[in-house]
């Protein structure tokens, strides 16, 4: 992985909604460091982002904390579901309690073949978690049909 200084703006692209996010906390004239790697297919990874995104859309869970309902966070929903499909590590915390956290996705740590089964995962949680009346192909369809507006 090579290392590279810049100062903003320059000529970056999010490859995702999610991240483009991330790049509006540099201003103009900022100096950046940035790690440099070969990336997997950037339209298959816009392509999870887009079931992660319909998923998420469609999820509607009721929940009450200290008499207060709680909100849905899209990054917990994205954790979870990379740790219901089996890409998850147990940590233990201070207090001794363990828990799963979702592995990284990103492009330097997870190649195409690993990326593919992550998404065949997920697509498995989703639809048995989330789009309970939605079948594989409906849900391939709907996919297809968000990244061809993409």
Do not use: W
């Not at 001794?96 to 992550?118: H, T």
């Amino acid at each position: 992985m090579t290392k590279l200084m810049c100062v903003a703006p320059s000529t970056f692209r999010a490859a995702t909604p999610y991240d483009q996010e991330d790049l509006k906390r540099f201003k103009v004239g900022d100096v950046m460091e940035a790690k440099v790697s070969k990336t997997r297919n950037p339209r298959f990874h816009r392509k999870f982002f887009a079931l992660l995104n319909f998923a998420y859309d469609h999820f509607d869970p009721y929940a009450e904390y200290k008499g207060e309902q709680v909100m849905k966070n899209f990054e917990r929903f994205r954790e979870d579901v990379t740790i219901l499909a089996g890409y998850g590590d147990p940590v233990v915390n201070l207090r001794g309690d363990v828990r799963m956290v979702a592995r990284s996705i990103s492009f330097a740590s997870m190649g195409d073949d690993d990326f593919e089964k992550l998404y065949s995962n997920v697509i498995d949680v989703v639809l048995s978690r989330v789009l309970t009346n939605y079948t594989r192909d409906d849900l391939d369809n709907v996919i297809d049909q968000l990244m061809s507006y993409a």
